[in-house]
């Protein structure tokens, strides 16, 4: 369940506050094979298991942008922002690949508040630090500083 705050100005007197983690999500090989259509990249290490199985990892793996791309679906999972009129994503800061995600492996992502400063026009800007784990895994498959604006 996500850490709420009631406005973005309360995230202005935190740093380095954890957050919560999302759900656990699997990684099916349709996912992937989704990804891989969408994006055009049909690499065979992610998308066809026969030759994965002969390859580095012994199967076919995510593509590290599909990783990175699930971390928008655990950010509303880790933390709540209220009280405001609209939010953007700014960007992200500080992205590492750390370990490959295997198909049949199950992700999430834990969060912690690296920060907030107010921004232009009344607005408050966070950087939220999203470490997106493998279940069972030492390493987590990615990191990431996501960077997200809210409007009042």
């Known amino acids: 369940m996500a850490v709420v705050f009631e406005t973005p100005q309360a995230l202005l007197d935190l740093s380095d506050h954890p957050l919560d983690a999302s759900d ?3 990684i099916d090989q349709a996912r992937i094979d989704g990804f ?3 994006t055009g990249d049909l690499q065979w290490i992610h998308v066809d298991p026969e030759r994965a199985k002969d390859g580095p990892f012994g199967t ?3 593509h590290g942008y599909l990783t990175l791309a699930l971390v928008n679906l655990f950010l509303p999972q880790i ?3 209220r009280g405001f009129t609209h939010g953007v994503n700014v960007g992200a800061d500080s992205l590492r690949f750390l370990a490959p ?3 049949g492996s199950r992700l999430r992502g834990v969060g912690r508040l690296i920060g907030a ?3 232009k026009g009344g607005s408050v800007q966070s950087t939220v630090r999203v470490t997106v784990e493998i279940e069972g ?3 987590p498959a990615c990191v990431v500083d996501t960077i997200s604006r ?3």
């Open 24 to 26: 656990w999500l699997l």
């Open 36 to 38: 891989g259509a969408v």
């Open 60 to 62: 076919t793996i995510a």
């Open 79 to 81: 933390i709540e922002v």
């Open 101 to 103: 995600v295997r198909v």
């Open 117 to 119: 400063v107010p921004a």
């Open 137 to 139: 895994e030492d390493k």
């Open 150 to 152: 809210y409007y009042l």
